[in-house]
């Protein structure tokens, strides 16, 4: 898994679950706490995290943050598009359709471009 790959399963799960330890972040990408503490000072640049020090320290995502979607994990989006390929064409379209709207801005534009989609 790839720096920004982990830092997007952050903000995943930090949306899903609006708060965890940092320890336990790092137990679930098997990396340090010093690594998981670097990804969330990243991670404030861009989304509103806040973080308590000390006993039942956590990270946590901001009350008033709400994503307007989900996103789609990494091994969702490669599930879809491998299925994709044999399913039927109104299945392919449904998958297609989900990948756009909860993939990653990357698989997105590889959609757009790949299938003309707008």
């Known amino acids: 898994m790839t720096m920004n790959e982990r830092r997007a399963e952050i903000m995943r799960i930090l949306t899903a679950r609006r708060s965890i330890t940092m320890p336990e972040l790092a137990r679930t990408f098997q990396v340090t ?21 000390g006993k039942g320290g956590c ?38 359709e989900m990948l756009l709207e909860y993939g990653s801005p990357k698989t997105r534009q590889t959609l757009q471009e790949g299938f003309n989609v707008q």
């Open 59 to 96: 990270v946590r995502v901001a009350q008033w943050y709400h994503p307007h979607r989900n996103i789609l994990s990494g091994e969702q989006q490669r599930v879809l598009a491998e299925i994709i390929q044999t399913a039927s064409e109104q299945q392919a379209k449904v998958l297609r």
């Open 33 to 53: 706490t010093r690594t998981i503490q670097n990804d969330v000072v990243a991670l404030t640049v861009d989304y509103p995290l806040e973080t308590q020090q």
